[in-house]
């Protein structure tokens, strides 16, 4: 059968309809609704969606200061160079499509914060990791930087040139930790304990950092930055015999490696941190002069934005953080942890106090003469002299034996306020006594209680220096259930004073590792939420005053005078950072590496 074409159906149908015209008219009407439909589904959704789409693909945080052709961020008010409080208004509504994928209420979103505003910050997506309830790891990974070897591992090949009067090649071996030790007297646990050098953090840390368990290799997410950048080990090969060009060059090489990172853009560097296994006074130079101490890493203008976990902090800076010591425990498993602990409760001690160290006749200051002839002439004291040549201070079992057999273990300021005599003391279960709020209350706030009596007695330097105190008196009036009480309370901090084994990992205990890196990521955390609402976390910030702020209980923004104001004093010649006193201290320290333990 032929099939009719179109043509001809449409004209029979025409006539069906009643006529050309009428058909005619129908057409137009049909048109005119459809374009009218057409026009109005368009507006919907192209235009005004459009316009919405527009605004939340805009990221860059809008500059504080209108000249500035780059983002300007608000920062954390323990940072030196903080911009003015003025911010971009927080009170805009939060548009209900622009939350995101959960059904439970984020922290980020409040009814007064615009969804919008947050978008703009690129760190935001690190930030809603936390929200993600099935993700162990929310809210804690980290970032590593790889570093070119010339920042760590060349420097572990050239080891003989990391100190003048120590090879440090063997205590760069086992990951940091050194060479074992042997439990010839039975001091120590038949695992676990090594020769460690009191320097040798910068490698622990990065060993350690291997283990973490919320790596991450996508920046985006990270809570923090880590910079495996062995500071400590790269300033002790230029300190003595160096001009300061040798001594700043490894220092401003990492500074423009990392500024032209990508990650490096996102907070300038506040998010970042590294470790030096030296005390701060090493990276203060004030000056070019060839005779001032160390180089000027942390006086660098992108250095101050990154934290630098130090083993001695200042207390007027506000870009360096103190961290423990290295001991001679390196524990592989939570059970190391637990039996040591056990051992050190049912340990009888003889001494009521002890001290191993030396005087320090050069500096008039030092009450450590008169710590000396107290224990000399007390028949419940126990002294342990240091010095040059053979001694029982060089000696790990010799000094951790006197530990393990007293109450309380005296810890004078050494050359600087620490020693990491205090921490192998505390792992004895020996109960510290400083002398110096600067020796640790303001040092270890992140491992340490706010609440220096539950673990420590504290005497006054000048009750020894002026009023000729009995340091035995002082202690005995303790009561036997009080010592006691402070003994456990020292036992237990053992495991957050420690560093485990890079090798291995603890299973539920958080060693001084952890400790130290959930600190800085509760920062870097407080820090982008401040600068999403538009605040600073304290008021009336006074870098001076950078000891007081760690010692704020939660809430409180302001610092006034503080009993302890009269052991900060800056020194007279104004030099605070690394002029005077403190550059001093830290050539003494370098001194003393000769002794052993000082």
Not at 28 to 56: E, P, Q, R
Not at 217 to 240: E, H, K, M, Q, T
Not at 342 to 351: N, Q, S, T, V
Not at 463 to 478: A, F, H, M, T
Request: glycine share 6%; charged share 25%; net charge neutral.
């Amino acid at each position: 059968m032929r099939r009719r074409s179109p043509t001809n159906v449409s004209a029979e149908l025409m006539e069906k309809g009643g006529g050309k015209n009428q058909h005619n008219r129908l057409c137009l009407l049909a048109s005119l609704s459809a374009f009218f439909w057409i026009l109005l589904l368009y507006f919907h959704f192209v235009v005004l969606a459009g316009s919405t789409v527009d605004k939340s693909v805009k990221l860059d945080p809008t500059p504080l200061n209108p000249e500035s052709k780059t983002p300007a961020f608000v920062i954390d008010n323990r940072l030196p160079d903080n911009p003015s409080k003025s911010s971009p208004s927080t009170s805009e509504t939060i548009p209900s499509n622009a939350t995101p994928s959960s059904t439970e209420t984020t922290p980020l979103e409040t009814t007064s914060t615009s969804s919008q505003k947050i978008e703009k910050f690129p760190f935001i997506r690190a930030l809603r990791t936390v929200e993600n309830k099935s993700d162990p790891c929310g809210g804690r990974y980290i970032y590593v930087h790889d570093l070119p070897s010339r920042f760590n591992e060349d420097m572990l090949k050239e080891c003989r040139s990391l100190s003048l009067w120590t090879n440090m090649c063997k205590f760069t071996t086992n990951a940091g930790m050194g060479p074992p030790l042997e439990n010839v007297e039975g001091v120590f646990s038949n695992t676990g304990w090594y020769a460690t050098n009191q320097f040798a953090v910068d490698v622990i840390f990065s060993n350690r950092m291997k283990q973490y368990e919320c790596l991450t290799n996508d920046s985006s997410i990270a809570a923090a930055i880590f910079v495996p950048f062995y500071a400590g080990f790269d300033i002790a090969r230029y300190l003595w015999g160096h001009n300061v060009s040798r001594r700043d060059a490894a220092s401003l090489d990492l500074v423009d490696w990392l500024m032209k990172r990508p990650e490096w853009g996102i907070m300038q560097g506040r998010d970042h941190f590294l470790v030096a296994g030296r005390i701060t006074w090493d990276f203060r130079r004030l000056t070019d002069e060839e005779s001032d101490w160390g180089n000027k890493l942390l006086f660098l203008p992108a250095a101050k934005n990154m934290s630098m976990l130090v083993v001695e902090s200042s207390p007027w800076n506000a870009n360096d953080f103190g961290i423990p010591y290295p001991t001679y425990f390196h524990p592989a498993k939570d059970a190391d942890v637990f039996t040591w602990q056990d051992r050190m409760r049912k340990l009888e001690r003889k001494w009521l106090f002890s001290f191993a160290g030396a005087p320090r006749p050069d500096n008039p200051k030092s009450i450590r003469g008169q710590i000396i002839d107290q224990c000399k002439k007390s028949k419940v004291g126990k002294l342990l002299e240091c010095d040059f040549g053979e001694s029982k201070c060089h000696s790990p079992s010799s000094i951790m034996q006197m530990f393990q057999s007293s109450l309380f273990c005296l810890q004078p300021q050494g050359d600087s306020y620490t020693r990491r005599s205090a921490f192998d003391s505390m792992l004895a279960g020996c109960i510290p006594v400083f002398f110096h709020p600067g020796s640790a209350y303001t040092q270890y706030t992140w491992h340490l209680p706010k609440n220096y009596t539950t673990y420590s007695v504290f005497i006054p330097e000048d009750d020894i220096r002026k009023r000729n105190v009995s340091i035995e008196e002082r202690l005995g009036q303790i009561s036997p259930e009080q010592v006691k009480i402070m003994r456990d309370n020292v036992i237990n901090l053992i495991p957050s004073l420690i560093y485990a084994d890079p090798r291995s990992k603890l299973e539920t205990l958080k060693d001084a590792f952890d400790v130290a890196a959930q600190a800085v990521i509760d920062k870097v955390t407080r820090l982008r939420k401040n600068m999403i609402e538009g605040r600073t976390e304290y008021d009336n910030f006074v870098e001076e005053n950078s000891w007081k702020y760690a010692l704020l209980d939660e809430g409180q923004r302001e610092v006034g005078g503080h009993e302890w104001d009269p052991f900060f004093s800056k020194p007279k010649d104004g030099n605070a950072d690394s002029g005077g006193s403190s550059a001093e201290a830290a050539k003494n320290s370098w001194k003393n590496e000769r002794r052993g333990q000082s």
